[in-house]
């Protein structure tokens, strides 16, 4: 099809596109006519305050024109319970396990990486309201069970389990015990769209985000083959993360922080794995190859140890760029009240141009890339969760006294 036609037609395709029967407008028969019932609306969030109500084909409309957003409908309140709670969080001043962590990140490999993400890419679409997107996440979930199986971590208490949602497709948490309750969490998310027909169209979502998914599964596998992690020795627990329906306004991720909050769960960090494997922008506009780090609406404390896990343990430099509000599953854990951050594939003008379509392809990826990504997902869920918190947090107590 030629361009200029394709132009033309896909406005039309786009308020066109197939419906599911759960998402008809049903026509209730009374006695004096018909009578339409209203169409299901969402309360979405725009940037920090700014909300309106929209229809769900207006919420792809709004992903069409780039403009991010978080659905708030469910979860309105995310945040309220930690209001009074929140404290300055603290980090290590430098990367110090270099001679535990180097030793595992010649365990990673690219093979792995791209035979679970072939397999991954092979579902019709993960759209998160379609049948191939439950199937993608029960194998995903079995994957995770196999990798923690394969390890002999199911002995130490090591789990993976779905965390429900009602619309299908569950989100995966891989747990990983410690010492302690307080939790360091690596996320991704695990759901595709095609913002042009949701439920018809293939959404093969190799970058977007099946490389952060099989990127941080990747690490998870590696991670395991320390015996002071499998057994629990490691100061914190640590939590893997894949979220459903990330594409749909975070609603996985909003779910499940939502959850953490009202149980008073203890996160200490939280990093987002959003795209990890498409570098040729890069390379065409003759930057050098890097890891992109997100700097806005994330912790700036968090994000400047990531900086320097980068420096360590990373083979490539980092890159620092913005995504506005919203923009990855890690604004659910900020919003309520959790230190988060994002790290991309690049600067964000030089990411994947291909997402949200039929042509989110493996062939388009770098999966020497992905394993830096690997790498540095590697090092820091390492290096944070033998981090004590508690006296990093007092140590900085102290400094603000002696100040006073």
Avoid at 95 to 114: A, E, H, R, Y
Avoid at 227 to 249: C, K, L, P, R
Avoid at 252 to 259: H, K, N, R, T
Wanted: net charge negative; with cysteine.
């Amino acid at each position: 099809m030629k361009a200029s036609l394709l132009a033309l037609l896909l406005p039309a395709a786009a308020t066109a596109r197939f419906i599911e029967e759960t998402e008809i407008n049903r026509v209730i028969p009374y006695p004096d006519g018909l009578i339409e019932e209203p169409v299901e609306q969402f309360l979405v969030e725009l940037s920090p305050g700014e909300v309106k109500w929209i229809t769900e084909e207006q919420k792809w409309e709004l992903r069409r024109a780039g403009q991010n957003f978080m659905d708030i409908t469910e979860h309105g309140d995310l945040g309220s319970l930690r209001l009074a709670a929140k404290t300055k969080p603290v980090f290590p001043s430098k990367v110090k396990l270099q001679s535990d962590v180097n030793p595992l990140l010649g365990n990673l490999t690219k093979s792995l990486m791209k035979d679970h993400l072939e397999t991954f890419t092979s579902f019709h679409t993960r759209f998160y309201k379609s049948d191939y997107g439950r199937q993608s996440s029960e194998w995903l979930l079995k994957t995770v069970q196999d990798t923690i199986k394969e390890a002999g971590a199911d002995a130490y208490g090591v789990t993976a389990k779905h965390f429900t949602h009602p619309w299908g497709q569950n989100s995966v948490i891989a747990t990983i015990p410690g010492k302690s309750a307080a939790t360091v969490v690596l996320g991704a998310h695990q759901d595709s769209i095609n913002l042009w027909f949701p439920s018809v169209l293939p959404a093969p979502g190799a970058d977007d985000d099946g490389s952060g998914t099989v990127t941080i599964l990747e690490a998870f596998r590696v991670l395991l083959q320390s015996q002071d992690v499998m057994m629990g020795n490691a100061s914190n627990t640590i939590e893997f993360h894949w979220y459903s329906a990330e594409e749909g306004g975070l609603l996985g991720s909003q779910a499940i922080f939502a959850d953490y909050e009202k149980k008073g769960r203890n996160i200490k960090a939280m990093l987002q794995q959003d795209m990890t494997g498409f570098i040729q922008r890069t390379i065409d506009a003759g930057k050098p190859e890097s890891v992109g780090v997100i700097t806005d609406f994330v912790d700036p404390g968090l994000t400047a140890f990531i900086k320097k896990i980068i420096e360590e343990y990373c083979e490539i430099p980092w890159v620092e760029t913005k995504c506005g509000y919203a923009c990855s599953d890690h604004a659910s854990a900020s919003k309520a009240g959790y230190p988060s951050a994002f790290v991309i594939e690049s600067a964000f003008g030089d990411s994947d141009n291909h997402i949200h379509g039929t042509d989110d392809l493996i062939e388009y990826l770098s999966f020497d890339h992905m394993l830096q990504h690997a790498r540095m997902s590697l090092g820091l869920v390492y290096e944070l969760g033998f981090t004590d918190f508690a006296k990093l947090e007092s140590e900085a107590q102290m400094g603000e006294m002696s100040e006073l």
